[in-house]
């Protein structure tokens, strides 16, 4: 019996929300391991939807345990409100369903604003990140330099004054020399012990949770946010998001050894989005990115944002598959492509006169990157709603052939709209 880690294999959206929410019904456990409020999952469950951006997919289904890693960064404000949204639709999100790792760092009131003055900043410089302003960045930037606050300091009332004071003592040099308003001590203080008593309940050593969990033969999912290219160290940096996405974050962000992971889920979509800016070789400034994107819905469960489209580019997923030791990918929105004349696949790229099979790390070698295509035939009949291969037409099969082909990996599942039960399974990840 293997534990799954599910990745995003793109820049993220690429639809991990319903597979994950698929595979939550065979788990026991269900963890997230890295990121924050920043990425969205969107369920639909017996027609209900759920936008969740922070808790684990777990919490809408009964009987499972969900937690929340020490890779996160946690936004506790942020916490009470989504777990107050999800108790309106019937939800209730409990101690006993629910555990936040005690070494998990917070994010404040001061990073939700110092990502928005650094944003502000770049805004007029022209080197814009495109964050969600969300604090996410500025948090991990405390938990590395060794300053933050985090969830077990909200118990210890004696030495939380001095956490802030030294959190402060940094970010009020920042907030100077940005020419903004000092952050008082009380300030701080009243905003964590507003919502200890609210956080404290759901506190526990992780760690040992998940090894009593393993060693008693429960299944574990391990949920990640955002996509590969999107990693601080893999992804198109400096437009990355402040954490590592990649599979084997899994392990430190959560608590457990390597071996403990059996089997790495990519999810895959079947052409190509990103949020914000930085490089995207395949997109379509044009009426197919129009397309795609309408068709497909594409704005961001968490912020609205429009997302950018293209062709689906095979360079990235395969280095993705590389990256993140992926043994099969959920193949996703394949339905978007249905009607098309031709379909479009990024092959490889020319750079400066060369063809070459990777993204390159630099930053300007990124934007000078082309792509090279091959065009493959589309299909007339629907894909949607499909439950099996029979269903497919024959040209929707051989595009999906062909990703295999190019990416190195198998599709394990193929999700034909957003409903749940919509999926081809030829793979289960949960089996050896």
Not at 51 to 77: A, M
Not at 192 to 210: F, G, H, N
Not at 252 to 281: D, M, Q, S
Not at 318 to 323: F, M, T, Y
Request: hydrophobic fraction near 40%; aromatic fraction near 6%.
């Amino acid at each position: 019996m293997a534990n799954v880690v599910v990745v995003g294999s793109q820049w993220g959206d690429e639809g991990k929300g319903k597979i994950v929410d698929w595979l939550s019904e065979r788990a026991d456990v269900v963890v997230r391991f890295q990121g924050g409020h920043n990425a969205g999952h969107t369920l639909v469950v017996d027609g209900k939807v759920y936008k969740l951006s922070l808790l684990p997919s777990g919490v809408v289904r009964p009987g499972k345990l969900s937690i929340i890693g020490n890779g996160v960064v946690f936004d506790p404000h942020a916490f009470v409100a989504e777990a107050a949204k999800l108790k309106a639709q019937g939800v209730e999100v409990t101690p006993d369903r629910l555990k936040i790792a005690e070494n998990t760092a917070l994010i404040l009131s001061l990073h939700r604003e110092l990502d928005g003055f650094r944003e502000d900043a770049a805004s007029n410089s022209g080197t814009k990140i495109g964050t969600t302003r969300r604090g996410i960045g500025p948090a991990y930037e405390d938990k590395v330099g060794r300053r933050a606050v985090r969830v077990m300091d909200l118990a210890d009332l004696e030495t939380l004054p001095l956490k802030v004071d030294r959190l402060l003592t940094h970010h009020n040099a920042l907030r100077r020399g940005l020419g903004h308003a000092e952050v008082t001590h009380d300030a701080i203080m009243g905003e964590l012990t507003s919502v200890a008593d609210e956080i404290l309940p759901y506190m526990d050593r992780v760690w040992k949770v998940l090894d009593d969990r393993r060693r008693a033969g429960e299944r574990i999912l391990f949920e990640g946010a955002q996509g590969t290219l999107l990693d601080i160290d893999h992804g198109t940096y400096p437009f990355v998001t402040s954490s590592n996405t990649v599979a084997g974050q899994a392990s430190a962000g959560a608590g457990v050894g390597p071996g403990v992971i059996g089997y790495v889920l990519g999810i895959t979509k079947a052409y190509t989005t990103r949020v914000g800016e930085g490089p995207f070789p395949t997109e379509q400034k044009n009426e197919i990115g129009e397309f795609l994107g309408t068709r497909g819905h594409e704005f961001g469960v968490v912020t609205g944002r429009k997302r950018r489209c293209g062709w689906f580019d095979a360079v990235l997923v395969r280095q993705a598959v590389a990256v993140n030791g992926i043994k099969g990918i959920a193949l996703t929105k394949l339905d978007v492509l249905d009607g098309l004349d031709e379909i479009k696949v990024c092959t490889g790229y020319r750079l400066d006169g060369e063809t070459i099979d990777y993204l390159p790390a630099s930053q300007g070698a990124q934007a000078r990157v082309e792509p090279v295509y091959e065009t493959l035939e589309g299909w007339k009949g629907t894909t949607a709603g499909a439950r099996s291969w029979n269903d497919l037409p024959a040209q929707a099969v051989k595009y999906v052939r062909y990703i295999e082909e190019l990416i190195g990996a198998p599709v394990a599942l193929l999700s034909t709209s957003p409903e749940r039960d919509d999926t081809i399974l030829v793979t289960d990840p949960f089996q050896d």
